[in-house]
């Protein structure tokens, strides 16, 4: 599954990822695997001495990536964040930095890379039981959105899926319900972005709710309640209103579903992938070509 | 799988379920299975004359069951009840009534069956990924339980799993983190379910949390979080704080990872055994199985 969606990648043009604190094994054995798939085109940003050797322990050939000596934290951070600042990369990736230093570096006024929406994670899921590439937001930063966060997060997640070459993702916003019912407020606020959409005041996508998550993912579920929607058994982006029903639908995939995940933090001007070690090569790749075919958009 | 746990009521003593509106196709076709199975004896509360229709399209031999002649809705409810009432049954089942029909039966304070706990649903899940029998609750009834509530509704999986022979049910309390946060206000709360627990006011049972979900359920991914507790890879129960997170979770299962599922409404002094004409008859059966062990514990 995970061969098909890199072959696209094939010919394709190539972007390039800055990684700030590049000197980590975990970190360069995926660049390793990421330039064997031809996804993107790396500038290391870290501790030179270190990344030399590391390389030579992944077999990772440094002739095909640039190197940029750096052995302060928040330097690396900074200096990755100017390679792309500067139109030398389009997208960011997080080595053995903080994640609190990389966005830090990332929103600074006046040298990060500040956008005008809230940041966001967005995952994209490989689902064997599902029949298209499926996005979850937000399982990572937002706890408990505000209604404008909520708007900002969907407009995040839609930029990620139209970069993917989907014109018109279709949005489901998720509850217990079908229906809107004031018992569970978070339905009006999923009726006035319904809303929203049909008004062309969030564009580019298909936004339809609230659903429980069959009705989203199911055409029989949704038939079986009387469902008629664009969206339903077909959504794109699953749509949780807080980050434990998101985390808790993203762990289960990963899980139960025997899904391959990628993730990106986006919202600013560049995505800022982020792996962590105990990612399967799998899913550090798919977060990397993820980040590149987001970063190469904007 | 199933079989496998169906296996488990060969030679049992069999409990009784009373059905408040047994004059269903849906419904009857589940009784001739439990039948086949031997998992219950059944109370058929309804219109016998379309009760007698019904049995014959479905093959259902009405000599192994009782019929009780009703074919008012509210009267079907507080008959199936009244069955309980009297010792004759230990477990309810809906069938064509509306289930808020059945729980004003069971809720009603001198003729029902109210107990001290608050209602809520436990869901039993057969997952072809997990090694044990899992549960999760509440993915139906409790929208934002409070404090309370959540120790009712804790309570209340813990009794379901105890009927099924756990004795010590490993009970993981879910949220986005893995650490007691005042950012997330839940995780205050389930510090203090912990320590209820190891002070024995919530008894038969091991709680612990807070815990992301792959915490709960992977041994691999509690040890890369440097995670130390009996519960943590290895839970019974999955408490998810709110609705949406449960029944994100629950059609997570179902949907994406094939598992089968059986559910029931517990709290009272019988369960309420809950099937839709949209649950495969595998999933009827596994409700029915499960209503009838936790009746019989009663």
Request: glycine share 6%.
């Amino acid at each position: 599954m995970i061969e098909t969606f890199l072959k696209r990648f094939k010919g394709l043009k190539k972007n390039t990822i800055a990684i700030a604190g590049a000197h980590d094994e975990s970190v360069l054995g995926a660049v390793k695997q990421a330039l064997d798939f031809s996804i993107a085109e790396f500038f290391l940003v870290g501790d030179k001495a270190k990344i030399e050797t590391i390389s030579k322990q992944v077999s990772l050939d440094l002739k095909k990536v640039s190197v940029v000596e750096e052995t302060d934290e928040i330097q690396c951070a900074k200096k990755a964040v100017s390679l792309v600042k500067d139109g030398k990369a389009s997208a960011l990736m997080k080595g053995k930095v903080e994640t609190s230093t990389i966005l830090k570096a990332v929103l600074d006024k006046e040298n990060g890379l500040r956008g005008t929406r809230k940041l966001s994670h967005v995952a994209m899921f490989l689902v064997p039981t599902y029949h298209k590439i499926l996005f979850v937001t937000d399982a990572a930063i937002n706890i408990n959105p505000t209604f404008d966060d909520k708007k900002d997060i969907i407009e995040n997640a839609v930029s990620a899926v139209n970069a993917l070459g989907v014109s018109k993702p279709k949005v489901a916003l998720i509850c217990a319900k079908e229906h809107v019912d004031e018992k569970m407020p978070v339905t009006l606020e999923y009726q006035k972005l319904v809303e929203m959409n049909r008004a062309d005041e969030i564009k580019n996508c298909i936004i339809d709710g609230p659903f429980a998550l069959d009705n989203a993912v199911s055409k029989d579920a949704a038939k079986t309640k009387g469902i008629v929607s664009d969206v339903a058994g077909d959504a794109d982006i699953i749509f949780c209103p807080e980050i434990i029903s998101a985390n808790v639908m993203y762990k289960s995939l990963t899980l139960f579903a025997n899904a391959s995940v990628g993730g990106a933090i986006i919202g600013a001007n560049a995505p800022v992938i982020l792996t962590s070690r105990a990612d399967s090569s799998e899913n550090k790749l798919l977060s990397i070509a993820l980040g590149a075919i987001i970063g190469g958009s904007n």
